[in-house]
């Protein structure tokens, strides 16, 4: 039967009280369902009345209406359509990542700020690996040369390729920012550029005590200072700065709009980012340094476990440039830099990582993004390989390389490497240790190592999921399915378990047979699979349901009571809409122990939707089951 959606949006819109009744709007694979202001609002007998309804209740909050797959989609993109939950393009995004906690979100968030500026980091990494090779000491003592030889134009050049990336990347992060979150780009790169405006002491030349150049003090006790690499203030600058003008905006008369909201919001966010962003991350800049700098001073290489195990959080924060102090400390006292050994092992760390996610992933992006980002953290420059690869799926990626560097971090204290400079690791930093034949020895051995030990060690066992789903196929069209399979005469248990006649499933919408005959199993495991040859017709944003079409049978899986509200957590997909599926394919894992921590059920229903077209469906299972045993017997 064709519906009229609109017209029945229109129609539930009303029967629920109105617009104004309506907080947000969500939907499962069967219902709606509506977040009210107030329940008694709510006809249900005007609603139970409209085209396609199929039943109504209220349960945790939420009124819901059974409309059935296939139908509570568009019943859902009619709503939206009228103004319930309307979203911007940043809160659309957050929604997508609905399931995740807050530490995933915000991590997928810095991976999204991220993308875009990759390509200039590519870059300037080769960049900085030409320079390096070129005009470090060590490698020009071979040729009887210092920097002194090598003309001065010909420097200024190579630091202008090298340098520029850095010297702004506040700027593109910020612009980067306020693209991702919704604000105005280009206020998000005047924003950043006045971050590192030539008039503010720069953060490299503070970071050098030999430099001379101290922060300015406001107050006597504000430190003031340039953002020349820094990635974190430029970030939270950005999302403050767009949020504040997606505000500014909804308050300000539209005839000063144009005006005002770009002058509030640059100068709101200058002052904040000076003087209250900037002076708490330099005290933070101070207390990791103090840290640092006890840690390389305790025994049995424990210094450079707790260092390497906790740089690449520390180059989350932005502020690891000021370590260029205590590293110019080392060598002004020593003569060697014991500290550049154990980053040079975390960013050969990171690129194994970054490797073994690029050659494993399925999705294009990661393909594209992936190897480049690899030979970017080779040649030092490894925010491309964090942000673009190792934490944009999972955290899972990025604990292992903090582990991997932690341990090889203690080998180089064990061991007593040390360089003969800063500001160069991993392949170019191999030149800091051609001084001794056995320092460059146990360079090369352990970073081959580290190298092939994070790359097995991921691909084993860290590969976020998320990376192995496969893009659709170009040009694939998935509003034209495959042709239905045969008609199934019979129906395969879904997973291993207890069989759970209709009347006895916890859920009153499958129970009383408000979406067709139905019955269930009581998983043992958290594997989900096809009970008949098809094709998926629909798959839920969350994971926890599953349509399959066959001929002239439309099928509804159907995991857990009230599940929806789990967002996707705990749940994994193995097939997309519109594939081809046989009976006992693997459709769904799950997590049991996640589903019962959240107070839900785990009963798996399976719904023959249309059954009201068959001759009749009959469950057939009882007791124990396993997959692929006869659960129902359809007849056309």
């Keep these: 039967m064709n519906y009229d959606y609109a017209k029945i949006a229109k129609e539930v819109i009303q029967a629920v009280g109105g617009p104004e009744n309506i907080k947000s709007a969500a939907h499962c694979a069967t219902r709606l369902r509506l977040i009210v202001a107030d329940r008694s609002l709510a006809d249900d007998e005007k609603v139970g009345e409209i085209d396609a309804v199929k039943g109504t209740f209220f349960t945790a909050g939420q009124y819901q209406i059974i409309f059935g797959t296939g139908h509570v989609n568009r019943v859902y993109e009619q709503i939206t359509r009228l103004g319930i939950a309307e979203t911007t393009a940043s809160e659309a995004k957050e929604a997508k990542m609905d399931g995740k906690n807050q530490v995933q979100k915000a991590i997928r968030t810095f991976g999204d700020v991220f993308v875009p500026v990759i390509p200039a980091l590519v870059a300037t990494g080769l960049f900085l690996g030409l320079k390096g090779a070129l005009l470090n000491d060590n490698f020009l003592a071979l040729f009887g040369m210092t920097n002194a030889d090598i003309p001065h134009t010909f420097q200024v050049l190579v630091d202008v390729l090298s340098g520029t990336t850095f010297a702004f990347l506040p700027a593109i992060v910020c612009w980067s920012t306020f693209r991702v979150f919704g604000g105005s780009p280009v206020l998000g790169l005047i924003l950043g550029l006045m971050l590192v405006n030539g008039s ?58 144009f005006m005002l909201t770009p002058f509030l919001v640059l100068f709101i966010m200058l002052i904040l980012s000076l003087l209250v962003i900037g002076p708490l991350l330099h005290a933070l800049e101070n207390v990791l340094l103090v840290i640092v700098e006890y840690a390389l001073e305790l025994p049995f290489g424990i210094g450079g476990l707790v260092v390497g195990f ?24 020593t003569g060697f830099n014991p500290f550049n050994a154990i980053l040079c092992m975390c960013g050969f760390s990171s690129a194994g990582v970054c490797l073994a996610i690029s050659i494993k992933a399925r999705k294009k992006e990661i393909r594209a993004i992936g190897p480049s980002a690899t030979v970017s953290a080779l040649l030092g420059i490894g925010e491309p390989a964090l942000f673009g690869v190792i934490l944009r799926y999972g955290m899972k990626p990025f604990l292992l390389s903090c582990s991997i560097n932690g341990v090889a971090g203690m080998i180089a204290m064990l061991m007593g490497m040390k360089g003969t400079g800063n500001g160069i690791t991993t392949i170019p930093g191999t030149l800091l240790y051609i001084y001794s034949p056995s320092q460059l020895a146990i360079y090369v051995i352990l970073a081959l190592a580290t190298f092939a030990t994070a790359f097995c060690l991921c691909w084993f066992f860290a590969v976020p999921p998320e990376v192995m789903e496969a893009d659709a196929p170009k040009g694939e069209k998935k509003d034209v399915p495959p042709a239905p399979a045969a008609f199934p005469d019979i129906l395969g248990a879904v997973a291993q378990g207890t069989f759970v006649p209709m009347a006895e499933i916890p859920d009153p919408t499958f129970s009383q047979g408000v979406l067709g005959e139905c019955c269930g199993v009581e998983p043992e495991t958290g594997k989900v699979f096809s009970p008949m040859d098809g094709t998926i017709s629909q798959l839920a944003d969350t994971l926890h349901a599953v349509g399959i079409e066959a001929e002239g049978v439309e099928l509804l899986i159907h995991v857990g009571v009230d599940t929806v509200e789990m967002k996707g957590d705990g749940f994994r997909s193995h097939v997309r809409e519109g594939q081809t599926v046989k009976k006992g394919d693997l459709l769904l894992t799950m997590d049991l122990e996640k589903i019962k921590a959240a107070g839900h059920p785990a009963t798996i229903m399976v719904a023959v939707t249309n059954s009201d077209d068959l001759a009749s469906v009959e469950a057939v299972a009882s007791g124990q089951v396993k997959p692929g045993d006869q659960l129902m017997c359809l007849k056309a």
């Excluded at 720069?202 to 820094?230: E, H, R």
């Excluded at 906790?310 to 006292?333: D, K, P, Q, R, Y």
């Design 200 to 257: 503010l002491p720069n953060a490299y030349s503070v970071a050098d005590p030999s430099s001379g150049v101290t922060p300015l003090m406001l107050f006597g006790f504000i430190p003031i200072v340039g953002y020349q690499g820094s990635i974190l203030p430029a970030f939270v600058a950005g999302v403050i700065g767009s949020k504040l003008e997606k505000k500014l905006r909804k308050t300000i008369p539209a005839v000063f709009d």
């Design 310 to 333: 906790f740089w690449s959080i520390i180059t989350l924060t932005g502020v690891h440039h000021i370590f260029n102090m205590l590293e110019i400390s080392l060598l002004a006292s």
